[in-house]
């Protein structure tokens, strides 16, 4: 499942609490909480689902993925077994 987001992430090179360009992403895994394992830019990182987005906007311009949509989205691919951040 592809999305967008403008969260930053330090690992791509962007400064937090600042804004960050607009960047495809493919939904890996959904914890049936709040994180989302994606890729972005050939890197595998995790985001909170709030800022995973089904069209290219901002924060508050559109609509976020739907958690419905992430579960099934796991269901189908049995990636693995869940993991948060905080986890790794």
Do not use: W
């Not at 600042?18 to 990182?45: H, M, N, S, W």
């Not at 689902?49 to 924060?59: D, V």
């Not at 609509?63 to 905080?86: D, G, M």
């Amino acid at each position: 499942m592809n999305a967008f987001t403008d969260y930053p992430f330090t690992e791509l090179g962007d400064i937090p609490y600042q804004e960050a360009p607009i960047r495809e992403v493919k939904v890996l895994f959904y914890d049936g909480d709040k994180y989302c394992t994606v890729l972005v830019e050939g890197a595998v990182l995790d985001v909170k689902a709030g800022y995973l987005y089904t069209a290219p906007h901002r924060a508050g311009e559109g609509f976020t993925l739907n958690a419905t949509a992430l579960e099934v989205r796991n269901i189908s691919l049995h990636i693995r077994p869940q993991l948060r951040c905080e986890d790794r």
